[in-house]
């Protein structure tokens, strides 16, 4: 299980994807996707956060309460926090994917998708 900032960042960058950027929004690391936030860790709580719309939100937070929760600050946005050390690896590496391609401008996507051979399997 993922239980801090530097294991997460590992995780992302691991993944190998183009157009990674560091960051320092607010004074606190993060990295982004295609200029957008990509993978950062809660200021508020000891737990990272992904995005996610308000119904997936919801229905993590329900199946999973011990793992995915939800800070005031974040409420308006769609977002979801993993507390440390109950971010599964796998899921990370799945939804950090996912996130990257939502963020790649869709041409470029399209490109990128052809040159490795087409989309990754969901």
């Given amino acids: 299980m993922i239980a801090t900032w530097p294991e997460l960042r590992d995780t992302a960058l ?9 960051a320092t929004p607010w004074g606190h ?5 295609h200029g957008k936030l990509w993978c950062y860790w809660s200021f508020y709580e000891d737990a990272a956060v992904f995005k996610a719309d308000r119904d997936e ?15 005031p600050h974040y409420a308006p946005h769609a977002l ?39 989309p990754p399997p969901l």
Avoid: S, Y
Wanted: proline letters at 6%.
């Fill in 14 to 22: 691991g993944l190998g994807l183009p157009c990674i950027t560091h």
């Fill in 80 to 118: 979801v926090l993993v507390r440390a050390g109950r971010i599964d690896p796998d899921w990370a590496r799945a939804r950090l994917i996912r996130q990257w391609r939502d963020a790649a401008p869709k041409r470029w996507l399209k490109a990128w998708d052809a040159a490795q051979g087409g």
């Fill in 57 to 71: 939100r919801e229905m993590l937070m329900q199946a999973d309460p011990q793992t995915f929760f939800l800070h």
């Fill in 29 to 33: 690391e993060a990295l982004k996707a």
